[in-house]
């Protein structure tokens, strides 16, 4: 029977069809993207392809995964020791290599120095010239500068000119220029690595458990891309859960509306089925194998477009810079695809079924005088089940918002738990929609209750005695347009707060920012510093080292002078007091649990270690947690990090001539990688990346929810108007022309469309409420933005497709003449 029903209504089932094979698609695609992480290829060794063994500093209970990109542990922060180094030359030849900052005046930011001897390994070769052979020589990739050509070079320890002695035929792992031995120890006192040409057996027992020795596919560990690789995969890690999260949620959710929604359409047919005796056990078997057979076959073709999908969401994420470009996803065999794909159809099968549960005990409840109504008035289309689970939603929404505003804040500043709390009420709205079809029409109605003529009074009853099917129609337009409005204002609003939170944090007038660069050297601080009237500080990022029972703990450190701390930021000092800093103290964020006065023994980067005393201790947020140390801890920069200031910030003594100084701020910084810039116009550059890290995660998900509601609304809409042809016979035999059908229509979506966008306007206030709560508690400001020209165009759109699917079937009614009064049934 069930059979039989596909094959005689396959029409009728195609919109259910269609709305689970795209939403298997998207689970399957997401699957298969996150397991094929789990099982990646190996990457080809890069720097140290030719090079037998090298040696690295190691730490056994080191997990680079925990740590932020740049982060070192202490033994590979100190690097090789001269002790390691002269153990491993007793084995044989061994060749000295350091990476550090060194950029081409113009390069590209991410460009690395390195020692001449080490080039061979990585496969360089002289394309012109010789090697440098004095240290104010180098060698540079070819198409950056000519051999015999004056360069200069950005590097942590100043700005330099050398003369080019050859260039390099370029590869594609990295950018690099090469110095001689001399001057690389110059420019990076740290050894990154050696590379050993003795026998390796000799070099292991040499080394001992000093530090690893790498042959084989293990020396890809020495290369730079290995942790940029790591931190690629892991954000992706960190965004596709969430994103499957979001959209599959909305895809559960617009499937098992389709379904039930289906079931609703066919009650006359259903209540005929009881008329010729079927029983109520038989109607709801039938339903429930008709969804079998549906959720089967549009599962299986779903995990096909998901398995070829998955490439695209992979082409996606590389394209907004989270994975790396070399990621692919290729369709095979293994369990890494074949689990995912198995889940995601179990899952649309296991969707469709309860989708139709509650549906299919209702239907069996049709008493068979049903089929005898001449009227299709039905209920409000809210059973107590729904009611329940609509009032549970409400609730939890309302109190997940006072949570984020008064008990938890900081939840706001983590995208990923904050992204699937914006779900609660837009779906708690969706749940409830029949309860408000009834006010909400007649509210949207009332402009219009003056109106000559017909239309709007028949589009008003036609609405109020169709609350099902105006609440199945209207739920992918809430989805869109409510996830979308909270989406995307909690990810301007969060970065608008972040903006003025760190402009209160700054007090001086003038910065030097970065200009193309990673940062600014200490070198050109210096030179602006000896300009007469100008004061300026630049805290220098490093790590320090703290024992915490028995493990060690890394944080983020800057280096600045005290009186520079107090003159041009604006701490919350919370504890202690800031005029008390001296060369033997810090300053702690609160967030770290010490308290002023108490010593802190710390252990840096260069090997030194320091007992200091807490002289303060001040407010900060997840994220934005540094200590504030003195100004002779500047060395320990460069073999924590890069050695470059991230900023420099300036203030002009009392008298001094404004314009003269500045004037000659940028004349000294010209051409060293640095800009003079306004406070305003520091903060919007600081803001910039972070805001730019959260952007990444709410507008892809927002992509892939918008794609799939968009396909969702036009899919709901073309189901619900394609089975209403007695409503087009009826409205043909009291008189309407065909013109007025159409507009009876399109003025029945457009106010479907309105419900739509009006629950997603309460459930995004909610959502917006609470964040205003929490930014208020974080940042003492939440001012609401959002970009409304984006958010109107998706309403809009969500209109249009909404419109169309209500024209384009009732329009090929009315070519066809398909207007049979008596058609009860196709």
């Known amino acids: ?71 070192r542990s202490l033994p590979q922060a100190r690097g090789i020791t001269q002790d390691l180094l002269r153990k491993v030359s007793g084995t044989g030849a061994t ?5 550090f900052y060194a950029q081409l005046q113009g390069g590209p930011q991410d460009q690395v120095g390195h020692p001449w001897p080490v080039a061979r390994f990585g496969g360089y070769t002289l394309l012109d010239g010789r090697a440098p052979a004095s240290d104010r020589e180098v060698v540079v990739p070819s198409g950056q500068a000519r051999t015999g050509h004056k360069v200069t070079v950005l590097t942590a320890a100043g700005v330099g000119t050398y003369t080019v002695s050859g260039t390099l035929s370029p590869v594609g792992w990295e950018d690099a ?49 290995e942790d940029r690789d790591r931190e690629a995969l892991d954000n992706t890690v960190t965004l596709v859960p969430v994103m499957a999260s979001v959209a599959g949620t909305t895809a559960v959710f617009v499937v098992a509306s389709t379904f039930v929604f289906a079931v609703i359409q066919r009650r006359r047919e259903v209540a005929l089925l009881r008329t010729v005796g079927a029983t109520p056990r038989q109607v709801r078997r039938m339903i429930r194998n008709e969804a079998l057979l549906v959720s089967g076959f549009a599962s299986m073709v779903g995990t096909v477009l998901g398995l070829f999908g998955a490439q695209l969401l992979a082409d996606l994420l590389i394209g907004l810079g989270v994975s790396p470009p070399w990621f692919r996803v290729e369709p095979s065999l293994h369990w890494t695809v074949l689990a995912p794909l198995a889940a995601a159809f179990l ?77 609660v009420p837009v779906l708690a709205a969706a749940v409830l929609a029949p309860l408000a079809v009834g006010p909400f029409t007649r509210l949207l109605m009332w402009p219009l209750r003056g109106c000559s003529g017909p239309i709007a009074m028949l589009v008003r009853e036609s609405v109020l005695t169709s609350r099902r099917r105006t609440a ?21 609003t969060l970065g608008a707060a972040r903006e003025s939170g760190l402009q209160n944090q700054v007090r001086s007038e003038y910065a030097l920012a970065p200009d193309g660069t990673p940062g600014i050297s200490p070198q050109v601080v210096e030179k602006v510093s000896r300009i007469d009237g100008v004061q300026v500080s630049a805290p220098v990022l490093t790590t320090l080292y703290t024992h915490d029972e028995d493990r060690l703990e890394m944080n983020d450190g800057l280096v600045m002078d ?67 140390l003195p100004q002779r801890f500047a060395g320990t920069a460069v073999y924590a990090r890069d050695g470059l200031a991230r900023r420099a910030y300036i ?33 919007a550059s600081e803001s910039a990346y972070a805001r730019h890290l959260t952007e990444v995660r709410q507008r892809s998900i927002t992509v892939i929810v918008v794609m799939f509601c968009f396909i969702a609304v036009l899919n709901t809409l073309l189901m619900a108007t394609a089975d209403r042809r007695r409503d087009l016979a009826v409205l043909r035999m009291a008189g309407a022309t065909p013109k007025q059908v159409m507009r009876f229509f399109v003025a029945e979506s457009l106010l479907v469309a309105a419900i739509g966008v009006s629950l997603a ?42 419109v169309a699917g209500t024209v384009l079937p009732v329009g090929a009614a009315l070519r066809a003449r398909c207007l049979y009064l008596c058609s009860g049934f196709s």
């Open 472 to 492: 199945a129609t209207a739920a992918p337009i809430l989805l869109t347009v409510g996830l979308t409005f909270s989406l995307l204002a909690a990810t301007d």
């Open 562 to 628: 005290s009186a520079a701390l107090q003159r041009m930021t604006d701490l919350k000092v919370v504890d202690g007091s800031l005029d008390t800093l001296d060369d033997h103290s810090t300053v702690l964020p609160d967030l770290w649990g010490r308290k002023a006065g108490s010593t802190l023994t710390v252990l840096m980067a260069d090997g030194e270690e320091a007992d200091l005393r807490i002289a303060a201790t001040y407010h900060a947020l997840r994220g934005e947690d540094v200590a504030y």
């Open 651 to 683: 203030s002009l003594e009392s008298g001094t001539d404004r314009a003269a100084a500045t004037t000659a701020i940028r004349k000294a910084v010209a051409g060293t990688g640095a800009r003079f810039v306004t406070r305003d116009q520091l903060v």
């Open 1 to 71: 029977m069930a059979f039989q029903t596909l094959r005689g209504r396959w029409v009728s089932f195609l919109g259910t069809a269609v709305a689970l094979v795209l939403g298997v698609a998207q689970v399957a695609a997401m699957g298969v993207l996150l397991t094929t992480m789990l099982d990646l290829p190996d990457r080809p060794v890069e720097r140290f392809a030719g090079a037998p063994a090298v040696v690295m500093p190691s730490d056994p209970t080191w997990n680079p995964a925990h740590h932020d990109l740049g982060v």
């Open 177 to 225: 220029v090469f110095f001689t031995d001399t001057e690389a120890a110059r420019l990076a006192p740290r050894i990154d690595a050696l590379v050993a040409l003795g026998a390796t057996d000799k070099v292991r027992e040499a080394v001992g458990k000093d530090a690893a020795v790498l042959t084989g596919q293990d020396r890809h560990q020495a290369d730079a891309s």
């Open 347 to 423: 899952v649309g099968v296991l969707v469709a079924l309860c989708g139709v549960a509650v549906a299919a005990r209702r239907a069996g409840g049709i008493r068979p005088v049903e089929a005898l109504r001449e009227a299709a008035v039905d209920d409000s289309g809210t059973t107590p089940g729904r009611l329940l689970l609509g009032a549970v939603g409400l609730v939890c929404g309302a109190g997940l918002t006072v949570w984020i505003a008064l008990g938890d804040p900081a939840m706001v500043l983590s995208p990923s738990a904050y992204a699937l709390a914006l779900l």
């Open 761 to 802: 306007l309460i459930a995004t206030a909610l959502n917006l409420t609470g964040l205003w709560g929490a930014l208020h508690q974080l940042f003492g400001t939440a001012p609401i933005t959002a970009p409304y020209p984006v958010i109107t165009a998706i309403a809009v759109m969500s209109t249009l497709l909404a």
């Open 95 to 99: 060749v000295v290599d350091r990476a």
